[in-house]
């Protein structure tokens, strides 16, 4: 079984920064490939939404409402990837996931992948 923890979570005032670390690990095996990493989002009563997503090869992708304030980056020897959070606003508040579509390891193949959540609150 193949699992993300997110971690780096919390309160933050407006204007502040946070980094979120997301880990991929498995129970059994070794991970070979992990395609594409993501986080997305979902604020109290919204849909989940995409925030930003990072390739094996180091291309990105980001919501327009983020581009300019995060960045995604990845470490792939240690199946890591992370999200630096600036000029934080009160709408960033929600509960951010670690996503990826696809985890290629030594015992199988494991498609949508989700983390268990991290909680960033952006207030005074």
């Known amino acids: 079984q193949v699992q993300l923890v997110e971690s780096g979570g919390g309160l933050v005032q407006p204007g502040g920064s946070l980094r979120l670390s997301c880990v991929a690990s498995?129970?059994?095996?070794?991970?070979?490939?992990?395609?594409?990493m993501g986080w997305h989002r979902q604020a109290p009563g919204k849909e989940r939404e995409l925030v930003a997503v990072?390739?094996?090869?180091?291309?990105?992708n980001y919501a327009d409402s983020v581009k300019g304030r995060f960045t995604i980056s990845r470490d792939n020897a240690k199946n890591t990837v992370y999200l630096q959070m600036n000029s934080l606003k009160p709408e960033d508040t929600a509960v951010y996931y670690c996503?990826?579509?696809?985890?290629?390891?030594?015992?199988?193949?494991?498609?949508?992948?989700w983390g268990q959540g991290t909680l960033v609150t952006v207030s005074s």
């Open positions: 996503n990826a579509p696809s985890i290629v390891t030594t015992t199988g193949t494991y498609v949508g992948v």
């Open positions: 498995v129970a059994s095996g070794s991970i070979v490939r992990i395609n594409v």
């Open positions: 990072i390739t094996s090869g180091g291309s990105t």
